[in-house]
């Protein structure tokens, strides 16, 4: 076991973690965060994603004893007290459906926008296709997920 | 009583969004009971082999380890076997060879997967560290995968009771009429068309956590069902988990279906009695491998197709000899599939007088197969309308014009193969989607790709499709053991918010918001006062849940019916308090009024007075709650016009989507986002089937498209946006007048991109799915033709 | 699957012949091999550890050797269980051909998986047995030969 420090959703923890104990296990099993999704085994559906010191990343291929000291944010953690424009847009354009890969096609969405807009590039519908890559929906056929990701990136 | 906002037609954002958006859905992995176990499944790597023995000895001496069951206790408790819950017949009147399913394997195991025993122990990674250490022997037998080659002499028999695999040859329509129709055709299409094998992949895997109560010998089981009021009544009458009034079945947010989430499962059945056996919540959650390998498939038919025309194009005949794969087991709807929700529908939008079907279903050493979204009715579309786009190519027609002459154009029609079709406009269907797609400006389009060096092609499929599934007593006349009717509860409280309690399930098609907005509508309420209660057996007092796009038209039906009970009652209560004829009452704007009068009572005081019941009606029983069932009278007919455009890369094969057009006739639509949410992701899943997806199994019946690194699913650049339409006929079957939207873009994509691609390339003889390899032979066998000639 | 392939090696038949036999010099030479203990003349118990694609898999196994005309030809055929990672069977047609430039050595082997490892590693099944297979003869012809030029093909 191993004591980990790290800062989830704005807030200190502390736990012993085993070795080999998964980020996506830690912040579910024991942080009962269980807005983090695990929808495959490969790292390939991205239902997991969370962000780590501000960077997408998926929690189901990252060691929780790894972000020692790193700064996480979840689903739960995106926004304080009002929705978060991305949140906002998936609602208003229909951009969910049975609701399990939609916090992770929100926190890649949202670092997405951040790297665009850092980088003065524009959020074209084909660049949101091209970045949500590793997040799958069975549900919506993207088509309302890219158009809510376009129109956050106007508000964030 | 219009309620603009928010009622009927109006595009009303989800209540139920926020909690999903913020991360605080509720699905069954989220659940965590005191004292709760995991479970592992040991299961077969090999595709058919007898079970020597098994040895739990080492795992059963890890600390931590609660038990390891195995099939042989599991029958010794007298659990049953796990059954197909609809008998067909063959031809010849024999009942179809239903081979013994135990939720563990005792003798003999019939797929990768099957599982063997199951490991209960206090952590879910000891539970499979522990599963590794049990050790079952195994006598490997021949194995066959292929459907065809499971009705050959030489292939291994999977189920003693089921000789030559075959389950049933069962035929529909007049097979003299329609060889009497080819035989006087002028032409004759001919084909061979397979069916590919899928897996729906729900993005949740599926997963249960039961829970024994031994002072009550009661069960709770938490899980990903689409129906937990059919899993409980599977569970208690066929499977004597317990009896209905012990056993309490709640799915809660559940992350997608499409048909997986219909059926009772070893491993649901596994969880309860092991809960009981140690004494410990058991909670088991597939990973997305174990998915691969438990979830049933879809799909998976091979059939050869003959349809003869007249000089005129008219369809005189259609002949279609169809072997249906439905793996190592019969799922719960499994026999119904390729038989009363394919062949029925191979009349398609057209008038074909001699039809005929003849569907052999065989068991194969593979995942059971059972209903995937559209469920036997996109293997019909596809069927047909890959036939039409083929016969207009060789007739030298525009495909349009050929279907356009073959049209039903009256109702009620009459198919050969027993539908009645009651309503729909084909023609309106056909030119909406022709405008919308700008089909005259395709050769403008086409030319200017190849300018690129692209081939770019079009496609049609005109289909329809048969929802609802019902009235109960026919369905049940044609072999099914359940009524599919639904249920519905509305509860006015005292202070006037109303509850619905549905038998419909909702894992992403929105109920919470547009069953609400029927409510709304009818009793001009805001939609906040209203809330959807659904998923809970101990809350809803029955349902037979969301499949077979069913919710609207029957799950909001019985809605209907129990709100007119209320609204009669309300009219009651208020014309006595107001003293006024009930005929005059009328109901608006959160208030029951005399008509022409300022008399008025507010909904809340009419709850009130309902319960508070110091000044009813005389005789009249206190309270504002009613209940319905609603049986429909006929099945409802979703129907529409798909244009696919594909561009290819000759050099390649790889293919694009550049655009894709949906006109459909839905009947009455309550919600138009919703609607289009779900035209949307139907036509993902049939684009994908078309485009990428295929479950392969090797000779040897290993699955080796068992992860996301192997089965490809669409991603987000894989698809276009989609221009969706409606050209709308009221359905006259249903008091709302709708047929059914969930699996229409399942249904009717398929052909669309295939004869699209078909066009591009110029060579009809393309299979599913259509990757750049299979478009590339495809392209080469078109070169190799032309060098031969 | 099914492998074919051919290597010449700077050694009298009979050395290679009493190589191939020689369970040290195959616990040396089968890549991943932990343990191998004779069991009868011609049966052997080994323990081996492999990792194809993202599956990593301990396989116990029998391995027999059938049809021997020494010192020409035998076929070997194993058969592992790797436990929940599923199974991996096969066998090789192995001849020895003695020249003037040593003896060329001929296999032709045929493998198949389960369970786990074919749902997961099936993609990389051929291009990994191709690999261990080159890898186990750089091992044979080291043991017998001292390191050597690199491997043709």
Redesign the interface.
């Known amino acids: 076991m191993t004591k980990v420090k790290m800062t989830v959703n704005g807030k200190a923890v502390t736990r012993e973690v085993s070795g ?1 104990t998964l980020l996506s296990e830690f912040l ?1 099993e024991d942080l ?11 790292s ?2 991205g ?1 997991c994603v969370v962000h780590i010191d501000g960077k997408a990343v998926k929690s189901c291929t990252t060691l929780a004893a790894a972000t020692d000291g790193a700064e996480v944010t ?3 953690g ?2 304080n007290g009002d ?1 978060h424009p991305m ?1 906002a847009a ?3 354009h ?1 951009g ?8 992770g096609m ?1 926190m890649s969405g949202v670092d997405m926008v951040n790297r665009y807009k850092a980088e003065g590039r524009e959020v074209t ?2 660049a ?3 970045e ?2 590793g ?12 158009k809510a990701v376009q129109d956050a990136a106007t508000k964030m | 009583m219009a309620n603009g906002a928010t009622g009927i037609g109006a595009r009303v954002k989800r209540k139920e969004d926020k909690r999903f958006i913020t991360g605080k859905g509720k699905y069954t992995d989220d659940v965590r009971m005191e004292n709760q176990a995991y479970a592992a499944f040991v299961r077969s790597p090999h595709a058919h082999a007898n079970v020597k023995s098994i040895d739990k000895s080492a795992a059963l001496a890890m600390e931590g380890v609660v038990d390891v069951l195995d099939g042989h206790q599991l029958t010794g408790d007298g659990i049953g076997n796990i059954i197909c819950g609809w008998a067909v017949a063959s031809k010849d009147g024999s009942p179809m060879n239903m081979g013994a399913w135990s939720a563990l394997a005792t003798q003999k195991v019939r797929y990768v997967g099957d599982a063997v025993a199951v490991v209960i122990a206090d952590t879910q990674a000891l539970a499979r560290i522990a599963a590794e250490a049990v050790e079952v022997e195994y006598e490997e037998l021949p194995a066959v995968v292929k459907a065809d080659k499971a009705l050959t002499k030489s292939a291994p028999e999977i189920h003693d009771n089921a000789p030559g695999n075959l389950i049933y040859n069962w035929e529909i329509g007049d097979a003299a009429k329609a060889d009497a129709g080819l035989a006087a055709a002028k032409h004759i299409t001919e084909m061979e068309i397979t069916n590919n094998r899928v897996s729906p992949n729900p993005m949740e895997p599926r997963s249960a956590v039961a829970t024994y109560d031994e002072a009550e010998e009661h069960y709770t089981l938490y899980t990903t069902s689409q129906n937990p009021h059919v899993a409980r009544l599977v569970l208690s009458a066929f499977y004597n988990v317990a009896p209905e009034h012990k056993l309490r079945v709640i799915a809660p947010d559940v992350g997608g279906g499409f048909g997986a989430k219909i059926y009772i499962y070893p491993e649901e059945i596994t969880c309860l009695w092991a809960s009981m056996k140690t004494n410990r919540s058991v909670k088991w959650t597939s990973d997305r491998s174990e998915a691969f390998i438990t979830d049933a498939h879809g799909r998976d038919h091979i059939s050869t197709a003959k349809m003869g025309f007249d000089e005129n194009g008219k369809i005189t005949g259609f002949k279609v000899d169809t072997i249906a794969n439905l793996g190592a087991y019969m799922s719960l709807f499994s026999s119904s599939v390729p038989t009363y929700l394919y062949a029925t529908l191979l009349s398609g939008q057209y008038d074909i007088q001699n039809l005929h079907a003849n569907v052999r279903a065989v068991y194969t050493n593979t995942v059971p197969v059972d209903a995937y979204r559209g469920a036997g009715r996109p293997e019909a579309c596809y069927l047909i309308e890959r036939m039409m786009e083929t016969a207009a190519r060789e007739m030298g027609m525009k495909p349009a014009e050929l279907r356009a002459r073959n049209f039903v154009r009256e109702f009620p029609h009459e198919t050969p193969v027993i539908m009645t079709y009651d309503s729909g406009d084909f023609d309106a269907n056909l030119a909406q989607a022709e405008e919308a797609a700008d089909v005259a400006g395709f050769p403008a389009r086409q030319a200017e790709a190849a300018k690129r060096g692209k081939l770019r092609g079009l496609g049609y499929s005109c289909y329809i499709e048969a929802c609802g599934i019902a009235p109960s007593a026919a369905v049940g006349g044609l072999g099914a053991g359940v009524g599919l009717w639904e249920s519905a509860e509305v509860r006015v409280n005292p202070v006037g918010t109303i509850e619905i309690l549905t038998g419909s399930h909702s894992h992403g098609q929105g109920h919470e918001t547009t069953f609400a907005q029927i409510v709304a509508e009818r009793f001009d309420l805001p939609l906040d006062n209203v809330a959807i209660v659904h998923g809970d057996t101990d809350k809803v007092q029955f349902g037979m849940g969301t499949y077979g796009s069913r919710s609207g038209a029957v799950g909001m039906s019985a809605i209907v019916k129990a709100m007119d009970k209320v609204e009669a009652k309300v009219r009651k209560i208020a014309a006595h308090q107001l003293e006024a004829s009930e005929d005059d009452i009328v109901i608006e704007g959160g208030e029951v009024k005399v008509a022409g009068t300022d008399k008025a009572l507010g909904w809340h005081e009419i709850g009130l007075a309902a319960y508070t019941a110091h000044n009813l009606p005389p005789e009249m029983e206190p309270g504002l709650k009613e209940s319905a069932f609603y049986d429909p009278s006929n099945f409802t007919f979703p129907a529409g016009c798909y244009i696919c455009e594909v561009e290819v890369d000759p050099d390649t094969g790889t293919t694009e989507v550049v655009q894709f057009t949906a006109s459909d006739d839905f009947g009455t639509i309550i919600n138009p986002m919703i609607v289009e949410g779900q035209v949307h992701g139907g036509l993902a899943q049939g684009i994908g089937q078309a485009m990428m997806e295929q479950v392969i199994y090797d000779d040897d019946g290993q699955l080796i498209t068992g992860s996301y690194m192997d089965y490809t699913m669409p991603r987000a650049a894989d698809l276009p946006f989609y221009s969706v339409h409606h050209a709308s006929t009221v359905c006259p079957g249903n008091p709302l007048g709708m047929k059914g939207c969930g699996e229409a873009g399942a249904i009717g994509s398929p052909p669309a991109v295939i004869n699209a691609i078909t066009d591009a390339i110029g060579n009809n003889n393309l299979s599913m799915p259509a990757t750049p390899q299979n478009v590339w032979n495809a392209l080469q066998a078109v070169t190799a033709s032309q060098a031969a000639e | 699957m099914d492998m074919t392939g051919e290597h010449t090696i700077a050694a009298p038949r009979e050395a290679v012949w009493a190589a191939l036999n020689d369970v040290e010099v195959l616990k040396l030479c089968i890549p991943g091999c932990e343990e191998i203990e004779q069991t009868s003349p011609t049966t052997m118990e080994a323990k081996v550890v492999q990792k194809i694609g993202p599956v990593k898999a301990k396989f116990s196994g029998a391995i027999e050797l059938q049809n021997i005309d020494a010192p020409n030809s035998y076929t070997i055929q194993g058969e592992g269980n790797g436990g929940v990672a599923g199974f991996a069977k096969g066998g090789a047609d192995v001849s020895l051909e003695e020249t003037p430039e040593g003896t060329i050595l001929r296999y032709e082997a045929h493998a198949q998986i389960g369970g786990k490892l074919a749902r997961l590693g099936s993609r990389l099944i051929d291009a990994t047995a191709k690999k261990l297979a080159a890898k186990f003869f750089d091992n044979f012809q080291e043991h017998l030969n001292g390191p050597e030029q690199p491997e043709e093909g």
């Open positions: 080999e579910r009962r965060l269980t807005g983090t999704h695990i929808g495959c085994d490969t390939q559906c239902a979840t689903i739960e995106l926004a929705l949140q998936f609602k208003e229909h969910l459906q049975c609701g399990f890969c939609t916090p929100i519908a084909e949101v296709r091209h949500l890559e997040n799958i929906c069975r549900c919506t056929g993207y088509h309302n997920i890219v």
